[in-house]
């Protein structure tokens, strides 16, 4: 089973910084954090697989970097140069191996960016 909890949202001015983490427990090789905003489509914005190979959406490229600590069964989220419209719920997701869609996910985490 697997179990994923976000932390680190929170509100921020344009231009600031935030570090989202995800604890998880259970199978959590493949790996990626999911936005969605009210009213829009829900948002892949990065992924990370067991050899640590990482995708960016091209909305946060150069501006968010994704990364694990294993020995902590940690996901991160490093956000840099936010932006309002990167305002949005953050969800962790995982997904095993054989599995092409993320079918585990954590509560979610709002981040707000204001002007």
């Known amino acids: 089973q697997v179990q994923l909890v976000e932390s680190g949202g929170g509100s921020v001015q344009s231009g600031g910084s935030l570090r989202l983490s995800c604890a998880a427990s259970?199978?959590?090789?493949?790996m990626a954090w999911f936005r969605q905003a009210p009213g829009k489509e829900r948002e892949r914005v990065a992924t990370i697989d067991n050899d640590s190979s990482t995708t960016y959406a091209d909305s946060v490229k150069g501006r968010f970097s994704i990364s694990r600590d294993n020995a902590k069964n940690t996901l991160y989220l490093q956000m840099n140069s936010l932006k309002p419209e990167d305002t949005a719920m953050y969800y962790c997701a995982a997904r095993r191996s054989w599995e092409q869609n993320y079918n585990y996910w954590g509560q979610g985490t709002q981040v707000t960016v204001s002007s």
């Open positions: 259970g199978y959590t090789r493949h």
